[in-house]
């Protein structure tokens, strides 16, 4: 079957503490995205990527990080720069740019830090 | 200002009820994404339209380009339905990433 995993559903960490979180694709999709959701208020945007071994800043990439070393997995990590980082997390791919691509989403990672 | 604007926020119904919740956006899109969220957080794209009108099942969304808003209805609702719906719209840029709608609670009664 083919989708998006992300690992773990919950993670539990101390303050100043770095976390990262997975995620995996085998939909052959050459764009990736993380969201951070928060509650009242809508996705937004970290790091993406549209092709293997580059990516860019979203809306709110201070504190985070990403690579994309293979084209199956995008891995967050939540530096201890951010903030306030307990909030869900979701991952997700689609074939190309959202103005004409449908995206897929993974099942999310909630994070909250101690 | 780039913006989406989803109602009602919350949203109850009796089951059987026709359902619709609304999306404006503020920029010129090349197509609008309506989601569904479930309970356990998991999301499910539902439509990506440009124009007119799609038809999944019970599903319905429609889209007014020149008013740049878009619709989608429920007929038949079922506690099943019951979920956060969430529209997004691509914010421009050759990236066309999306920007999202803070979303609709609905939640159908038996």
């Known amino acids: 079957d083919g989708g998006i995993t992300q690992s773990p559903k919950y993670l539990f960490r101390k303050e100043g503490q770095n976390v990262t979180l997975s995620c995996e694709q085998n939909?052959?999709?050459?764009?990736m995205y993380w969201y951070r959701q928060d509650p009242g208020q809508g996705l937004r945007l970290i790091y993406y990527s549209q092709i293997v071994n580059d990516f860019q800043k979203g809306d709110i990439a201070e504190g985070y990080s990403v690579s994309r070393e293979k084209k199956e997995s995008f891995p967050l990590t939540v530096t201890s720069a951010q903030k306030n980082p307990t909030a869900f997390y979701l991952c997700a791919s689609s074939m190309g740019v959202p103005s004409y691509n449908e995206q897929f989403f993974g099942p999310g990672t909630r994070l909250t830090v101690l | 200002k780039n913006e989406v604007e989803q109602s009602p926020q919350n949203l109850t119904a009796q089951e059987g009820e026709f359902i619709t919740i609304n999306c404006s956006y503020s920029?010129?899109?090349?197509?609008l994404h309506w989601l569904q969220q479930h309970p356990g957080g998991g999301i499910v794209s539902l439509f990506m339209?440009?124009?007119g009108k799609k038809k999944h099942g019970r599903l319905i969304a429609t889209i007014n380009i020149q008013e740049k808003h878009s619709s989608l209805h429920i007929t038949a609702s079922h506690p099943r339905d019951s979920a956060v719906y969430i529209c997004a719209a691509p914010y421009g840029g050759s990236q066309g990433n999306l920007i999202f709608g803070k979303g609709t609670k609905l939640s159908v009664k038996p």
């Open positions: 920029v010129g899109i090349s197509a």
């Open positions: 339209l440009s124009s």
């Open positions: 939909l052959n999709h050459d764009a």
